[in-house]
């Protein structure tokens, strides 16, 4: 089941909304209930192609927790 993103015309908040179907016209906000939702391009990262690497792996830092962890950034071991 997809997961769309939603924009309501009545209560003008963003949601998004598990749909169990491709129809999703008529799907209530889950705001305010309104049926004035329009569906918001989603935007999704994916890492299938060849190319430069987005997150080379870390080395450890001086303390021994690598840097990433440490710091919270996106990275791999």
Do not use: Q
């Not at 003008?12 to 749909?19: D, G, I, P």
């Not at 209530?28 to 987005?54: E, Q, T, Y």
């Amino acid at each position: 089941m997809p997961i769309y993103e939603f924009y309501c015309g009545e209560c003008r908040k963003e949601s998004e909304v598990l749909v169990r179907s491709t129809k999703w016209e008529g799907t209530p906000c889950p705001h305010c209930g309104s049926k004035k939702l329009s569906k918001k391009l989603s935007v999704f990262a994916s890492n299938m192609g060849g190319g430069a690497d987005p997150m080379p792996a870390c080395g450890m830092g001086s303390s021994g927790a690598c840097c990433g962890c440490a710091a919270g950034r996106p990275h791999r071991h």
